[in-house]
């Protein structure tokens, strides 16, 4: 399993940012998929989660109406499309995908917002 995250950056308050998730080594239709993320000194939180075949979602509540969770199971990937963005969603964000004994993390890409 490889998870590759991209599309982080520095964005002003009130900006937008989407970020993709490459994924590979396993069958990307069958599985759902979760976007994570970790500020500085705070625990990794899950954000939002889609299920896989795209039709159910959901969002922590600091999110939603915000964040979008979306994927593409041609091409094996997934997406975070963020508006709205606050300085509070500073972190680094966390493609991932579970088994029952086994979790899969990419390298994560860093999110920041600021003035």
């Known amino acids: 399993v490889q998870l590759v995250e991209s599309g982080g950056g520095l964005v002003q308050p009130g900006g937008s940012l989407r970020l993709s998730c490459t994924a590979s080594?396993?069958?990307?239709?069958?599985?759902?998929m979760r976007w994570y993320r970790q500020a500085p000194g705070k625990e990794r939180e899950l954000v939002a989660t889609?299920?896989?075949?795209?039709?159910?979602?959901h969002y922590v509540d600091s999110v939603k109406e915000r964040f979008t969770i979306s994927r593409d199971n041609t091409k094996n990937m997934v997406y975070l499309q963020m508006k709205n963005l606050k300085p509070e969603d500073t972190a680094v964000y966390y493609c991932?995908?579970?088994?029952?004994?086994?979790?899969?993390w990419g390298q994560g890409t860093q999110v920041t917002v600021s003035s």
């Open positions: 080594g396993f069958s990307f239709s069958y599985y759902a």
């Open positions: 991932n995908t579970w088994r029952i004994n086994s979790n899969y």
């Open positions: 889609i299920d896989s075949v795209g039709g159910g979602t």
